[in-house]
């Protein structure tokens, strides 16, 4: 699902790659799978899970399991990856 290491993408990328990660969830439960199965069969959370802090990880992925589009969230969220890539 993942093109190159998050901390290779730009900051659209990662706008992109965040709907496209929405998109896959909405698709896995029209298909009949629940959340709970999707996340056991999938990764696609672990590679922002080692570069999220944990108080930050829990927002994103509720985020993208919801499928909130808000610009407001979704700029807050590519802020703190920005800063995790930057060792901020």
């Known amino acids: ?22 998109k896959f969830i909405q698709d896995e439960q ?17 590679e922002f899970e080692d570069i999220l802090p944990d108080n930050e990880f829990p927002i994103f992925v509720i985020t993208i399991l919801n499928g909130f589009q808000s610009d407001v969230l979704v700029n807050k969220l590519l802020d703190v990856i920005d800063e995790c890539k930057n060792g901020k």
Do not use: V
Not at 1 to 22: C, G, N, T, V
Not at 30 to 46: A, H, N, R, V, Y
């Open 1 to 22: 699902m993942i093109d190159k290491p998050l901390i290779a993408m730009s900051r659209e990328e990662l706008k992109d790659y965040i709907f496209r990660l929405q």
């Open 30 to 46: 029209e298909s009949g799978k629940d959340i709970d199965t999707i996340l056991d069969e999938t990764i696609i959370f672990d």
